[in-house]
């Protein structure tokens, strides 16, 4: 079964920038949508960012419009997020998701933690 | 956006005793008449979450079939016909009928007494 690990997650002050990262075991990652959904401690989970197969559309969260960016590159099984002027309520897990038929998560990554801190 | 409303918050449960997990969304999550996209989710302590249902009552391979999914329109529950010491953990649903945006119940924890 394909295997999706993140990183890129660390700890950093209000108002950085990071760039999250989701690899991809197969590369049967072309054929489906990706999402990005994130979990602030001991809270519950929250969708973030979608995009499409071919990246030909995205979705963001309005909480975070305008600063996060998705995106994939399909010839290296990668998936990313581009997450700028970071707020302290950004902190979270961030869960690198696959997006199958049944509109739904099949596949969920490991997580990895984005702590915003001064 | 569509709000979705678990019960109960917590849920103390006896070792071979069934559970039920309502979900309500504030739309009815009918997309045509053959599908309904709600999902159920499992995450136990420390893991990431793992799925459990999807599209009501379908099951995934894998999942114990004391699991079970059920409900229309904007009124669903999961079950737990005999709660197990490995099923400690919280339960989300999920609506993908009506996004962006997709959302989350709030979560339920199921713990044992």
């Known amino acids: 079964q394909v295997q999706l690990v993140e990183s890129g997650g660390d700890v950093v002050q209000p108002g950085e920038s990071l760039r999250l990262s989701c690899a991809a075991s197969e590369s049967t990652f072309r054929n489906y949508g990706m999402h990005w959904v994130r979990q602030a401690p001991g809270k519950g989970l929250e969708w973030v960012a979608f995009?499409?197969?071919?990246?030909?559309?995205?979705y963001v969260a309005d909480s975070v419009k305008g600063r996060f960016t998705i995106s994939r590159d399909n010839s290296k099984n990668m998936l990313y997020l581009q997450m700028n002027s970071l707020r302290t309520e950004d902190t979270a897990i961030y869960y690198c998701?696959?997006?199958?038929?049944?509109?739904?998560?099949?596949?969920w990554g490991h997580g990895t933690v984005v702590t915003v801190s001064t | 956006d569509v709000v979705m409303t678990q019960s109960p918050l917590s849920l103390p449960v006896t070792l071979g005793q069934p559970a039920s997990i309502s979900c309500r969304s504030s739309?009815?999550?009918?997309?045509?008449?053959?599908?309904?996209?709600l999902s159920w989710f499992q995450q136990r302590p420390g893991h990431s979450p793992r799925r459990l249902i999807y599209?009501?009552?379908k099951r995934d391979s894998g999942v114990p079939d004391r699991f079970s999914g059920s409900g229309s329109g904007t009124d669903f529950t999961l079950k737990i016909s005999r709660v197990e010491a490995e099923d400690v953990g919280v339960y989300y649903c999920?609506?993908?009928?009506?996004?962006?945006?997709?959302?989350f119940g709030g979560g339920t924890k199921v713990e044992i007494k």
């Open positions: 998701v696959r997006w199958t038929v049944g509109n739904v998560f099949d596949i």
């Open positions: 995009i499409r197969d071919d990246g030909s559309f995205k």
């Open positions: 599209e009501v009552s």
């Open positions: 739309q009815s999550l009918e997309h045509s008449p053959a599908n309904t996209y």
């Open positions: 999920m609506q993908g009928t009506h996004w962006p945006p997709l959302t």
